[in-house]
């Protein structure tokens, strides 16, 4: 079974200031990592992911997250917050595809993201 | 189609009544996924295809709540005597093959009423 956990429901932070969204997860196999964002009345939109190799995945729009397996965590991070970055973001997990397995993802609750001038 | 497309965007609905709602994926993806997105929640797996097989029905939370894709790409979610807790955003997601990237929709938004 799988699950994710964000910390936070809400963030805040200042126009300039470093973003830091965190995301726990729980799988039983090697997991594939993934941030989404979401803006009002859209869909969601992909903004990077980690399958394997380099833990230090880079996705669009300066964001970038650490797969740390010791921590069970996949934090976002983005050194200066801008003002269009304000949207709603999803952690999520899918286990690796494989055998009877077809990669289904599971999200976290999301952590809306406010951005202040 | 360059993306994920979904119709209608907007349903009110009364209660009781059944909809329908209709979901083009990217050409030539196998995988299609439908989610269930409740206000301020995150997006709750409803079920899966591959082709036109249904896979995994697992997440569809009454028997009120049908899928189909007839011919492997388009696909229909049907929802019956629909009630006030149905009320949420709709997704759809198609992907390649199972280790492609998932690409959503704009999502269905149903209200009931």
């Known amino acids: 079974a799988q699950s994710v956990t964000q910390l936070g429901s809400h963030v805040s932070v200042s126009e300039g200031a470093l973003v830091l969204l965190r995301c726990n997860y729980s799988?039983?196999?090697?997991?594939?990592l993934f941030w989404y964002v979401q803006y009002p009345n859209q869909g969601l939109q992909l903004l990077l992911k980690?399958?394997?190799?380099?833990?230090l995945v880079k996705g669009i729009n300066g964001f970038e997250a650490e797969f740390k397996k010791s921590e069970t965590s996949f934090h976002l991070t983005k050194p200066s917050a801008h003002m269009s970055d304000a949207a709603e973001y999803f952690c999520?997990?899918?286990?690796?595809?494989?055998?009877?397995?077809?990669?289904?993802?599971?999200f976290g609750q999301g952590t809306i993201l406010t951005v202040h001038p | 189609g360059a993306g994920v497309s979904q119709s209608p965007r907007y349903k009110v609905a009364k209660r009781g009544q059944d909809v329908a709602l209709r979901c083009d994926p990217i050409?030539?993806?196998?995988?299609l996924f439908w989610y269930q997105q409740a206000l301020g929640q995150g997006p709750e797996f409803l079920t899966y295809?591959?082709?036109?097989?249904?896979?995994?029905k697992s997440g569809l939370p009454s028997d009120r709540f049908f899928a189909e894709r007839p011919e492997g790409s388009v696909s229909t979610l049907k929802i019956q005597r629909t009630q006030q807790e149905d009320s949420a955003v709709y997704l759809c997601?198609?992907?390649?093959?199972?280790?492609?990237?998932?690409?959503f929709g704009e999502g269905s938004w149903l209200t009931v009423v």
């Open positions: 997601a198609s992907s390649l093959g199972r280790i492609n990237t998932i690409y």
């Open positions: 799988s039983s196999v090697p997991p594939y």
């Open positions: 980690y399958t394997t190799g380099a833990t």
């Open positions: 999520a997990v899918r286990s690796s595809p494989g055998g009877t397995s077809y990669g289904k993802l599971t």
């Open positions: 050409s030539g993806h196998v995988s």
């Open positions: 295809f591959q082709n036109e097989a249904q896979l995994d």
